[in-house]
Every structure is written in structure tokens, then in C-alpha cells.
């Protein structure tokens, strides 16, 4: 891996899926090193009456521990924390905050609602990652993190399940790599080192363009894992 000591260095990735976002998410986090230099944190779009099992399928997957987040629990290297049914996940003061606030774009826990919180804390320190869904939650978040100088990275629309959500994202913010979930683990783990993107991972076109299917009626489906 060539470091480029230029180059910021980030120790908070936040990444957001919904409709098919699970399989995604176990390769994601399941490629992901065990010395990874930063903290994670997990939107999945979970219908509010059902228990999750996220955590314990992301911790059975690879080598990071991971767990449903708690109200005040620290962000520490090397650890992923997953938002939990009903609850929005908010980055705040090196420590994340559960809410039950007004849901945004039809759900909560929102992608937006913990992109732009993390932007906010962190600043370029933050690396976003939106992954399979339906619809545009996770792209004015994402574009929130790009204006901080953080990284950004969108899962290749021809990738992924349900391509709304990736679509959406390329449609408004110049992200930094498109990539497919084989590749994505290895595209944040350079972010957080400030190294060269790895191959398979390509930096999306400068003129953003409009994306049809994204809007509308088109409705985004909450999952029960």
C-alpha cells in the first residue's frame, strides 16, 4: 500500500445501506483489517419492530468487533457500532447518541441523519460510504462529508441489488471512488491511510448528472434481519 504522507488521514468511516443492503454490508465489513485505525459506524434501514441481528451477522463475518450501538458509547478505532431499530445514530463529541427525532427521508435510523452528524464532529476526518437501497437517503449526507474535506465512496450502481441509493449519491455529489463491494473494504482502508485507491476503484466523473428512477413513487423498503 503507497501512503502518501500529503494526504489526510481519517479515523471515522460511517457507512449507509437499506433494500439489499445486508449481504453488501457482511463483505464490507467481513473485508475490512483487523487493524483498521478507525471507528465504524452502521445505518441499515430496519423496520422499527423488529429486533436486529446486524451486529452479530457483521461480527460472525470478519475480524472487527461489532455491536448495537448505545446511547454514549465511545468511537474506538477497530470497532463497529450499528444503529438500532427506531433510533437515529448521531456522532457527537467522540461519542455517538441515539434519538428517536423526527424520522428523515421515511426512516429512522436515517443514513443522512448520521453522515451529516459525523461531518459535523469530525470534519475531513470522516469517510461516507452509501451502499445498496432504494431511493436518495445517504445522498445529502454524503454531499455534507464531501463539503469537510471528507472521503466519500459509492458502491457501483451495476453492483449493487437495489441501485437507487448509489445512483442518487453519484447523481449529486463528485464522490471520491465507485467501486463494487469486492473492492470497497480495500477503497476505505486507503482513505484511512491516505494511500492510493486500490484497482477496481475509479474516481467518479467531475460533471454530476441526473439519474432516473431515484425519486418519484418509488418507495424504499425497510429490512428485517
Known amino acids: 500500500m503507497m501512503v502518501d504522507e500529503q494526504r489526510p488521514r481519517r479515523d471515522l468511516v460511517v457507512i449507509g445501506a437499506s433494500a439489499g443492503g445486508?449481504?453488501?454490508?457482511?463483505?464490507?465489513?467481513?473485508?475490512?483489517?483487523?487493524?483498521?485505525?478507525?471507528?465504524?459506524?452502521?445505518?441499515?434501514?430496519?423496520?422499527?419492530?423488529?429486533?436486529?441481528?446486524?451486529?452479530?451477522?457483521?461480527?460472525?463475518?470478519?475480524?472487527?468487533?461489532?455491536?448495537?450501538?448505545?446511547?454514549?458509547?465511545?468511537?474506538?478505532?477497530?470497532r463497529v457500532l450499528v444503529a438500532p431499530p427506531d433510533?437515529?445514530?448521531?456522532?457527537?463529541?467522540?461519542?455517538?447518541?441515539?434519538?428517536?427525532?423526527?424520522?428523515?427521508?421515511?426512516?429512522?435510523?436515517?443514513?443522512?441523519?448520521?453522515?451529516?452528524?459525523?461531518?459535523?464532529?469530525?470534519?475531513?476526518?470522516?469517510?461516507?460510504?452509501?451502499?445498496?437501497?432504494?431511493?436518495?437517503?445517504?445522498?445529502?449526507?454524503?454531499?455534507?462529508?464531501?463539503?469537510?474535506g471528507g472521503g466519500t465512496i459509492v458502491q457501483d450502481p451495476d453492483d449493487a441489488l437495489y441501485p437507487g441509493m448509489p445512483a442518487s449519491a453519484l447523481a449529486h455529489v463528485s464522490v471520491d471512488a465507485v467501486a463494487p463491494s469486492s473492492v470497497i473494504a480495500s477503497a476505505i482502508t486507503a482513505m484511512v491511510n491516505g494511500a492510493d485507491l486500490p484497482p477496481g476503484a475509479s474516481a467518479a466523473a467531475t460533471t454530476l448528472r441526473p439519474v432516473a428512477g431515484t425519486g418519484g413513487d418509488e418507495r424504499d423498503q425497510e429490512t428485517v434481519v
Not at 428523515?104 to 476526518?125: I, K
Open 87 to 148: 433510533r437515529h445514530l448521531v456522532v457527537e463529541d467522540g461519542r455517538v447518541r441515539l434519538t428517536r427525532e423526527s424520522r428523515e427521508n421515511g426512516h429512522r435510523p436515517s443514513v443522512d441523519t448520521l453522515f451529516r452528524s459525523a461531518a459535523e464532529a469530525c470534519g475531513g476526518r470522516v469517510v461516507g460510504v452509501v451502499l445498496s437501497g432504494n431511493r436518495d437517503d445517504g445522498a445529502a449526507g454524503l454531499a455534507v462529508i464531501k463539503a469537510h
Open 22 to 78: 445486508v449481504e453488501t454490508l457482511r463483505r464490507v465489513v467481513g473485508d475490512l483489517p483487523a487493524d483498521l485505525p478507525a471507528a465504524v459506524c452502521v445505518v441499515l434501514h430496519i423496520s422499527p419492530g423488529s429486533p436486529s441481528a446486524l451486529a452479530p451477522i457483521l461480527q460472525r463475518a470478519g475480524r472487527l468487533p461489532c455491536r448495537s450501538a448505545a446511547d454514549g458509547d465511545e468511537l474506538e478505532a477497530g
